[in-house]
């Protein structure tokens, strides 16, 4: 059984530049859940999507969104790099009613 | 807000011995979850516990979840290299509300 994959792997962009960051959750998990982790905050709850919906949000501000497709696939955006996103981003997938959430490997993202 | 705190931060042992770390809060919550991370890797699910006064164990690991659902413990015995990592905790809020995480122990198991 696959497990939840993000891609690319790792990024290196300048401030100001947008980035775009895919999630493939685990065949049959419908909800995909996005974290931002650094050193200093820890992990931090990005938003959720579950059926192509936004169910929840955390506290960041709209330079970050996120959507998700009819085949649970995910992707998350920032707009407007700031040196401040460097950090790895997490995607996880679980099925609705169960406590199985399972992470991906994470995309690293340094802004120069 | 909720919010989760880890002690100690940071712990580095011997192989063979035992060690407990702890996650609180002032918050109760439905449910919470221990995860492994290591370093380049996402954190990997060890287990959740959702009833108040609940004790799990899984090997080594035993897991046990405060009476009043605001805390819990991790306790190791016999510690190894493998466990080295970083070990996070996250609860649910009572509202179906994601998880928020603790700060994480970083944990060093020398041979």
């Known amino acids: 059984k696959a497990g939840v994959t993000q891609t690319p792997r790792y990024l290196i962009k300048t401030r100001g530049q947008q980035v775009t960051l895919s999630c493939s959750p685990i065949?049959?998990?419908?909800?995909v859940s996005w974290y931002q982790q650094t050193p200093g905050q820890g992990l931090q709850f990005l938003f959720e999507y579950f059926s192509e919906t936004q169910r929840n949000k955390g506290n960041f501000p709209g330079r970050f969104s996120g959507r998700q497709f009819s085949n649970s696939r995910s992707e998350m955006n920032v707009s407007t790099l700031e040196l401040g996103d460097s950090a790895l981003y997490l995607c996880?997938?679980?099925?609705?009613?169960?406590?199985?959430?399972?992470f991906g490997p994470g995309t690293r993202l340094t802004v120069l | 807000t909720q919010l989760l705190e880890q002690s100690p931060q940071f712990l580095s042992i011997q192989e063979g011995e035992n060690l407990t770390v702890y996650c609180n809060s002032s918050?109760?919550?439905?449910?919470l979850q221990w995860y492994r991370q290591e370093p380049g890797e996402g954190p990997v699910l060890l287990v959740t516990v959702v009833t108040g006064g609940e004790v799990k164990k899984l090997k080594r690991l035993t897991f046990q979840f405060g009476d009043a659902r605001k805390d819990s413990s991790l306790h190791i015995t016999a510690a190894q290299p493998g466990d080295t990592g970083l070990y996070l905790c996250a609860g649910e809020g009572n509202y179906g509300q994601n998880f928020v995480f603790g700060p994480g122990t970083r944990l060093s198991v020398l041979p």
């Open positions: 918050s109760v919550f439905s449910s």
């Open positions: 065949s049959g998990h419908r909800s």
């Open positions: 996880a997938s679980s099925f609705p009613g169960t406590s199985g959430t399972v």
